[in-house]
């Protein structure tokens, strides 16, 4: 089926360690953005790209990197894991920025602990 | 910068209307959204509204927006216990902006 797929789907990780959240899509979307999804928080923005070869930060960027490999796929990376980091991470495209018609399409989550 | 704002929990009984409320502040918002996240699960789309309308209504579901108070609800006819998930609002600023959400709204359907 069409749409964001995310890997892995759960993962353990112990504080330092590093890690690389998968993210591909297939219905040429533009742009790609990763979000986290906490407790009363709701969805915070982490990194976006726009377009191929283009990130940018979003609300909360830090320990955090990313990497647009090509139109279809944006990867997240935690270089040295942190509790704080503990969430569920989604990751979503849209045709472009702001798409009103269809929004955003979602992943269907990561679910990632850090202990 | 924007804030979209939610209450955090709504229980209702199976048959009734649900209505979830939501503000933002950003006045420039275009678009407006409605996402229905249930459990295990991504976002899911369920309806928009552009700023320029009051009112969208697509079977049991109705969305009114007051632009004046920058509040957008979400109306749910007949809820069902499949209704049971955590809805999200969101809004696009104009120039074609990223999405903001709210913090989503825990809706529960019991018998």
């Known amino acids: 089926n069409a749409g964001v797929t995310q890997t892995p789907k759960f993962q353990v990780l112990k504080t330092g360690q590093s890690m690389t959240l998968q993210c591909a899509q297939d219905?040429?979307?533009?742009?790609m953005y990763w979000y986290r999804q906490d407790p009363g928080m709701g969805l915070r923005l982490i990194y976006y790209s726009a377009s191929e070869g283009t990130t940018d930060k979003g609300e909360v960027p830090n320990g955090y990197n990313v990497s647009r490999l090509n139109k279809r796929e944006f990867s997240l990376r935690l270089e040295s894991a942190a509790p704080s980091q503990t969430s569920v991470y989604f990751c979503a495209s849209s045709e472009a920025l702001g798409d009103a018609t269809y929004g955003y399409t979602f992943g269907s989550g990561t679910r990632l602990t850090v202990v | 910068g924007e804030d979209v704002e939610q209450s955090l929990f709504l229980s209702v009984r199976e048959g009734d209307s649900s209505v979830i409320n939501c503000t933002y502040t950003d006045s420039s918002s275009t678009y407006l959204y409605w996402y229905k996240q249930e459990p295990g699960a991504g976002l899911q789309l369920l309806t928009y509204?552009?700023?320029?309308?009051d009112m969208k209504q697509d079977q049991r579901l109705t969305v009114l927006l007051n632009k004046k108070d920058k509040h957008l609800s979400l109306r749910i006819a007949d809820t069902q216990t499949g209704d049971s998930a955590i809805y999200f609002c969101?809004?696009?600023?104009?120039?074609?902006?990223?999405?903001?959400f709210g913090t989503g709204t825990q809706l529960k359907v019991e018998l």
């Open positions: 969101a809004e696009s600023g104009g120039g074609g902006n990223k999405l903001t």
């Open positions: 509204i552009f700023s320029n309308m």
């Open positions: 219905m040429n979307h533009n742009s």
